[in-house]
């Protein structure tokens, strides 16, 4: 057996208390499935016990819930973890990580701002990526977010991005004299 057979073998055997399901893509992709309850101490075995270098995490929105992507190098292995958890809508919530460990401030704060999955004990849950005068409760990368952030969302996201002073109603062409729309 190599030594990358054997070391996943071990982190297999860690971790099978804490996840729901493990599974090789390929000899070098893993992905584990947490449980939000037991996220944390997942993420701290593999980063301390087989010294995982978190090279960043990601977020999806499936139709229940939100999962973050947390994406372990161990380099000597040519090996990427995946350690995957969620949180269930409509207010998805899981502990973060950025408590252990400063890079993953960053990151965790761009999924909440994009994805809306709240991050407990974050140290630093200011936003990130979003205007400070965004609509509360609409997440642009989210499924729902042309049904909950409409048009005025969208007109916003719009201005935002190209600078333009435009008012939301402008834009939209809703402004008394704005005329129709093309």
């Given amino acids: 057996m190599g030594e990358r057979e054997e070391v996943l073998r071990q982190l297999e055997a860690r971790l099978r208390g804490l996840c729901v399901r493990f599974w090789r893509r390929?000899?070098?992709?893993?992905?584990?499935?947490?449980?939000?309850?037991?996220?944390?101490?997942?993420?701290?075995?593999?980063?301390?016990?087989?010294?995982?270098?978190?090279?960043?995490?990601s977020g999806r929105d499936t139709r229940d819930r939100i999962e973050v992507l947390y994406h372990y190098c161990l380099d000597a292995l040519n090996l990427v973890v995946t350690l995957r958890t969620?949180?269930?809508?409509?207010?998805?919530?899981?502990?973060?990580?950025?408590?252990?460990?400063?890079?993953?401030?960053f990151?965790?704060?761009?999924?909440?701002?994009?994805?809306?999955?709240?991050?407990?004990?974050?140290?630093?849950?200011?936003?990130?990526?979003?205007?400070?005068?965004?609509?509360?409760?609409?997440?642009?990368?989210?499924?729902?977010?042309?049904?909950?952030?409409?048009?005025?969302a969208r007109a916003r996201l719009v201005a935002l991005l190209t600078g333009s002073p435009q008012p939301v109603a402008a834009a939209l062409g809703t402004a008394p004299g704005a005329g129709a729309r093309t």
């Fill in 26 to 57: 390929n000899p070098k992709r893993v992905y584990v499935d947490v449980p939000p309850e037991h996220s944390l101490a997942a993420n701290c075995i593999l980063y301390e016990e087989f010294r995982g270098r978190l090279a960043t995490a």
């Fill in 86 to 105: 969620w949180g269930d809508k409509p207010e998805p919530e899981v502990e973060s990580v950025a408590q252990l460990f400063p890079g993953a401030n």
């Fill in 107 to 152: 990151i965790e704060r761009e999924i909440h701002d994009l994805l809306g999955i709240r991050f407990r004990h974050h140290p630093d849950p200011r936003r990130l990526i979003l205007a400070d005068d965004w609509p509360a409760g609409v997440y642009p990368l989210r499924r729902d977010y042309p049904a909950r952030g409409g048009e005025a």
